[in-house]
């Protein structure tokens, strides 16, 4: 198993007391040092080389072509089918739970100030009793944040610099782009577009998105997402069977990103704690972002089993706390309140019935695709598609619809190397625009 990092005793209440009662006896010493003029040569801090080469942020790439584009085109409408941003209101009964929560802060019996830096105790017992219902999972197994991605780089200051790590190919390009910011992978090799420290895990058609773990050197963390983004791939029960007895036979803990459970349709594991034996090997982040439209509210949760442990048998869930309390002082309490909401039985028909809104797009997509010849991939489990353009750049693909059909994608290269020739296109978007891109594209590729 993973060795623990965070071996420091943590600082106790008392320790506070005694280093601010020495801070305050030395004040005046400090500030006549502060006071002196500083002579010394003025240091130049280098980015190390693993940050600054490597991948280039496609993200701003791509709104710096389509502000481009924009500009050249200033009487044409672009839609945007790239970013996976939602795009329909939050429903109103979980808006209303916010707006009450708001108002009540203006009382003398409604305000409340920091509250638990792991999450209102009602919120996460919802998300217990309602995504982990016949699971076992407890209330206190469950961290409230700010969101998935947040919760990715807090997980990297558990894990530490000296792991390695093993990531989907193509997948979320956070989970490598903040080991890079921990020293994590190695300097970048341009010749590949791999870093050298990271085992990438081929996620491609032929293999049925699906890696073989046999062929997989032995890594400490394994970052995996299902449904996947960008493929739109759910792992079945057997596949993740798999992952949990490879992550057993040799001593990794997985990160299993669940965002997009909820656009499951068929009987793909919803959770990894579906399988038997993963509470001893697993982590699992997701988020309200895909679900309830929360991108720009910000409300998410990562759930750590009493059973997960390093190698020296302490329980990550007690470091992982340490580090919340320490970097973070709990989510929003309006947010929390939208959170507990959304979980009523009013508030989930509501998130379905979104949700059921962003899988009508998808099917559209699909059949855009479809009825030109492409091969397509994703799509029913997710609200990603997956287009596939044999022996062309991701990059020109993306440089042609934008040109010729005024449509944003998402070049598939921006995933991992794994991602070249394909595009992603998202099915966040208002109904209008999407059948006005179908159309276009329709136009484009017949």
Known sequence: MLARVLTAP???????????????????????????????????????????????????????????????????????????????????????????????????????GYGAEQGDTKLRAAIASTYYKDLIIEETDIFVSDGAKCDISRLQLLFGSEVKMAVQDPSYPAYVDSSVIMGQTGLFQKDIEKYANIEYMRCVPENDFFPDLSTISQADVIYFCSPNNPTGYAA??????????????????????????????????????????????????????????????????TVIPKELLFSDGFPVAKDFNRIVCTCFNGASNIAQAGGLACLSPVGSKAMQDTINFYKENTKIIVDTFSSLGFNVYGGKNAPYVWVQFPGRSSWDVFAEILEKAHVVTTPGSGFGPGGESFIRVSAFGHRENILEAAKRIKQLYR
């Open 236 to 301: 079945t029960r057997d596949q993740l069977t798999q992952l949990v007895q490879s992550a057993k036979d040799n001593g990794s803990i997985i990160v299993y990103d669940s965002a997009y459970a909820m656009y499951i349709s068929d009987d793909s594991p919803r959770s990894i704690f579906e399988i038997p034996g993963a509470k001893e090997v697993a982590i699992e982040i997701s988020s309200f972002s895909k679900y309830a439209g929360f991108t720009g509210v910000r409300l998410g949760w």
């Open 10 to 112: 943590e600082l106790q209440r008392d320790d506070v007391f005694r280093l601010h009662s020495d801070f305050h006896g030395h004040f005046f010493e400090i500030v006549r040092f502060l006071r002196q003029p500083f002579f010394h040569q003025q240091q130049q801090v280098q980015a190390p080389e693993s940050v600054s080469s490597g991948q280039k942020a496609w993200s701003v790439q791509i709104a710096r072509r389509r502000s481009a584009h924009m500009l050249k085109y200033p009487d044409v409408k672009v839609i945007s089918l790239g970013i996976g941003d939602t795009t329909e209101p939050i429903p109103e009964v979980i808006t209303s739970a916010m707006a009450m929560r708001a108002d009540s802060l203006t009382t003398f019996e409604g305000y409340t």
